[in-house]
Structure formats: structure tokens, C-alpha cells
């Protein structure tokens, strides 16, 4: 395995593993509400997991290794990606699950497929933030976007159970409608993230070989 | 002459500091030393050498080669040693040799071992517990153990004792003896002068002199006199040249060419040669640059 990989999976796997454990387990037992509310979650904990690799990553380090920028940023994108991944397919699969019982419906498979599609971008976007101006100056940044994608999150929670007006992201019209088709709609965002990424990637690789901001 | 580097027109520009057109020719088999106050850019150009920062322009060929095209070849064929030596910081020298080990394709874990035992460096203790001079040590000793035939090393001496620098500089002088090809910089000679061969002085971001250290030491002599021994105008030669109550002296960049006429002084003793040393070179052109 990958030395890289091996050291910042920890992170990623440990964010991963409380992330479900903590949360995703609500899927399996609570109400409609669980599916509209865990998986905004998702890029919080990506992003804690990411800022704990990254604030002990030493890339000055890596760059006396016989080791191209590019596999760098490829290794990194990679576990953004598993991370994303793993967390999608558990919650898919539990969304799917709970199709049965009524309390997840086909459009709760579209959202939970695009908060986990912006999540993947999001942390992508954070992790080409860390290369261009190093941790110092995306710490602050990443701690208020966790502290206020948290606040969001509790303040749609309140708002959801105690006003009947307050619109469910996951009943809103388009992803209604995209979950007229859900396994179409869903593998059409999968790819349009992924061409996203990939994307992304790239632009990653070229602003960190031409970064010292993170060494 | 078989190049090992070969760097073009290297420019690089920092907030504060620039590197302007710096380029720069070594010899295989050398000891080369990049010479130069603080600030003169002596880190720059090396981190640019070993790939670890980009530049805005110029070329840098090694071994044949370019990191463009063959950065992961290169970095196997070249050892690094930053000023600041970076480590996971909680983590142990053992820890870092197998971390590392799958990316060298000539990793030689044992010869690793015995250069940190050699150093004295305790491969179980983590790095945040090491002293800079050890630290130090620690990037030696993976630099010298993956067979890099070109050796990058900014300020190998600092923070070290005395015993250490020079079973460094020993070895570095053995490893250039075996075909290895060295670059050292540092601010102050300390013993890098007695080993490099060939010599650059940077100031202020540009190259103010290469040359081969004998040369160097052929050319530049100090020459003490009194006063009224040798004629005005030769004064007006000397690098350097001070008027002191109990005798004039003057650093002349050119003794052969000065030679016969301080000849009368010298066979009367009213004058005496001395040998200058690279700070003394490095001292003329910072004074007057």
C-alpha cells in the first residue's frame, strides 16, 4: 500500500467510521427526517478528516521523494473520493432499504447522491485551497466553514421540526423530479461529479507543483 | 569536462528576494560550494536544483536529464538536504525509512542503519525529540543511503559538532573520491572551504564569481607592506586595502599579475604574501557589492 495512503487514511477512515457510526446509524432507525438531515453532515466530517491529515502532512518532506506532484495530488483525491464513495454507498444502500418501509422515497436516493456530489467537490476545492496558501491561512477558513455548515444544519433541523412552512431540501422540485428516475438521475450527478473531479484534479496538480505555500 | 548540472538563466522571485539569471555548471566527481551572506539566495538556488520549488524561468539539466521529464528518475539519482530538514514530527527515524523505502528504487536499508548509528542518531526516538543537529543527521543519512550520484546539501555543517562536521566532510570528501558528485552551500565556510573545489559566490540573488578553488587561491594573496614600500598606484589593484599605522595591507585578486611588482618589497622584507581564504573573497565582494 501507498506509504501516503497508508499514513492519511487513518484520518479519513477514523472520520468515516464516527461519521457512521454516530450518524448513519439514525438511518437505519429514525424517521424521513434522518435521510434529510445525516447526510448534510457529510462535508463536515470530510473536512475535519481532511484538516486532521493535513495539518500533520509534511509536504517539503514528500517533495525530496522521488515522487511526481502529480502522484501526490492523485493519492489525496483518491481518498477524498473513497471517503465520498463509501459514505454514499451506505447511505444509498440504506435509503434503498428503507424504500420498503416507506420512510425513504426515490427522491431521498437523488439528494443523498447530491450532497455527497457537492461534498466531493467541496473537499476537493478545500484540499487545492490547502496546496495554493497552506495550512495556516485554511485553517481558519476550514474551522469557520465546519462551525458554520454545523450551524446550518441545526438551525434547518429546528426550523424543520418546528415550522410546517419550512421547505425539506429533500422534497424541494427539482429533486422530485430528478427522483422520477432515481438510478438514472443518480448515475447522471455520479458522473457529472466525477468529470467534475477529475477536472479538479488536474487544476490541483498545477497549483500545487507551482505552490511552496504548503511546504 | 563531463557536467553532472548544468542550470541556465535561473529566475526566481520570492515577495522579497529575487534570484536573477543565476547559472551555474558542475563537474562530475566534484565538490562544488555555493557560497554567500545571509539572503544571497544560496537556499533558493539549491531547492530550485533539487526540484523542491519551481522557478519563474531558466532550465536546470541533471545527469542528462530534466525534472520535467524525468522528475521521478532524478530525484532517485539526487539527494537532498534542505537548511530545515522536515519529518513527520511524532514519528521515529525507523518509521521514516520504511515510509520512504518504496519510493527509492536503491534504497539500502542497512547502510541507513549503520550511517544513523555512525551519527549517533537513535533510530527509535521520535523526530520531535531530536536536536536540529540531529535532524540534520537524519536527512544526511537518507540522503546517503538511497545511491544518489549527485548530493544536494544546504548547509550540511550547521548545528553540528565538531566531531560530526568532520566525519562529514571526510566522508563527502570519499564520496567525491567514488565519482559522487557534491553541492554544498553555506554561509560561512566552516570547513566546506578546505573540500569544495569549485567555488560560486552568490550575493543578492546573482553569481558574483565561480571559480576552481585553486585558482581562487592561486590569484587571491593578501599583501601586508609598509608603507612607502610599494607604489602608490598599485594600491589602486587591491580589492581591499587598508592604511594601518604599523603597516598597509591589500587583497589583490590577481598575485601573478602583481607579482614582480611587489618582487623589490618582498626580497627587501618589507613586504609579506599571505594567503587569502574564501571568507576573505566572500568579504571583498560583499563590501563591494
Not at chain 1, 29 to 51: C, K, Q, Y
Not at chain 2, 4 to 19: G, M, N, P
Not at chain 2, 48 to 58: D, E, N, T, Y
Amino acid at each position: 500500500m501507498d506509504p501516503i495512503l497508508r499514513r492519511s487514511s487513518f484520518f479519513y477512515v477514523t472520520a468515516l467510521v464516527t461519521y457512521l457510526g454516530l450518524m448513519g446509524r439514525f438511518m437505519l432507525t429514525r424517521d424521513w427526517t434522518a435521510f434529510e438531515l445525516i447526510p448534510l453532515f457529510l462535508p463536515v466530517w470530510l473536512i475535519s478528516g481532511m484538516l486532521a491529515s493535513e495539518h500533520d502532512e509534511r509536504y517539503a518532506f514528500l517533495r525530496t521523494l522521488p515522487l511526481a506532484d502529480r502522484a501526490v495530488v492523485r493519492t489525496k483525491f483518491t481518498l477524498i473520493l473513497s471517503f465520498v464513495s463509501a459514505a454514499w454507498l451506505l447511505m444509498t444502500a440504506v435509503a434503498a432499504f428503507r424504500t420498503g418501509d416507506g420512510v425513504a422515497t426515490p427522491p431521498t436516493l437523488v439528494y443523498v447522491t447530491l450532497v455527497c456530489a457537492t461534498a466531493l467537490l467541496v473537499g476537493a476545492l478545500y484540499q487545492i485551497g490547502i496546496w495554493r496558501f497552506g495550512i495556516p491561512v485554511m485553517f481558519p477558513v476550514i474551522g469557520v466553514s465546519v462551525a458554520a455548515g454545523l450551524a446550518l444544519a441545526v438551525i434547518h433541523v429546528a426550523n424543520l421540526k418546528y415550522r410546517d412552512e419550512w421547505p425539506a431540501l429533500s422534497q424541494v422540485g427539482l429533486v422530485e423530479w430528478l427522483g422520477g428516475a432515481p438510478w438514472v438521475s443518480s448515475a447522471v450527478i455520479v458522473a457529472l461529479a466525477l468529470w467534475a473531479y477529475r477536472a479538479l484534479m488536474r487544476f490541483g496538480v498545477r497549483v500545487k507543483a507551482a505552490s511552496e505555500a504548503h511546504l | 569536462m563531463d557536467t553532472v548540472l548544468e542550470a541556465t538563466d535561473l529566475t526566481k522571485d520570492y515577495e522579497d528576494f529575487s534570484l536573477r539569471g543565476v547559472s551555474l555548471t558542475v563537474r562530475r566527481g566534484s565538490i562544488s560550494g555555493v557560497f554567500g551572506p545571509n539572503g544571497a539566495g544560496k537556499t533558493t538556488l539549491l531547492k530550485v536544483l533539487a526540484a523542491q520549488a519551481p522557478v519563474r524561468s531558466g532550465k536546470v539539466r541533471l545527469l542528462g536529464q530534466t525534472y520535467e521529464t524525468s522528475e521521478r528518475d532524478l530525484k532517485n539519482r539526487v539527494g537532498y538536504v534542505p537548511q530545515e530538514p522536515t519529518f513527520y514530527p511524532d514519528k521515529t527515524a525507523t518509521w521514516h525509512a520504511r515510509f520512504v523505502a518504496p519510493y527509492f528504487a536503491r534504497w539500502d536499508g542497512a547502510g541507513f542503519y549503520s550511517l544513523l548509528e555512525t551519527f549517533r542518531v537513535n533510530p527509535l526516538k521520535k523526530v520531535k525529540h531530536l536536536s536540529g543537529g540531529q535532524k540534520k543527521l537524519l536527512s544526511l543519512a537518507m540522503a546517503l543511503s538511497h545511491g544518489a550520484e549527485l548530493l544536494i546539501l544546504d548547509e550540511p555543517t550547521a548545528g553540528l559538532d565538531v566531531v560530526h562536521r568532520r566525519s562529514l566532510l571526510d566522508r563527502l570528501r570519499a564520496l567525491a573520491a567514488d565519482g559522487s558528485t557534491v553541492i554544498v552551500a553555506s554561509h560561512i565556510t566552516d570547513g566546506l572551504d578546505e573540500i569544495a573545489e569549485d567555488v560560486t559566490f552568490l550575493h543578492d540573488g546573482r553569481v558574483v564569481l565561480h571559480a576552481a578553488a585553486d585558482d581562487l587561491m592561486t590569484r587571491w594573496k593578501w599583501v601586508h607592506y609598509k608603507d612607502g614600500s610599494l607604489d602608490r598606484a598599485i594600491e589602486g589593484r587591491f580589492a581591499t586595502f587598508r592604511r594601518q599605522p604599523f603597516g598597509n595591507r591589500g587583497l589583490t585578486d590577481d598575485f601573478p599579475a602583481l607579482r614582480e611588482a611587489v618582487a623589490p618589497a618582498l626580497a627587501s622584507d618589507d613586504a609579506r604574501v599571505e594567503p587569502a581564504s574564501l571568507e576573505d573573497i566572500l568579504l571583498s565582494f560583499v563590501k563591494e557589492a
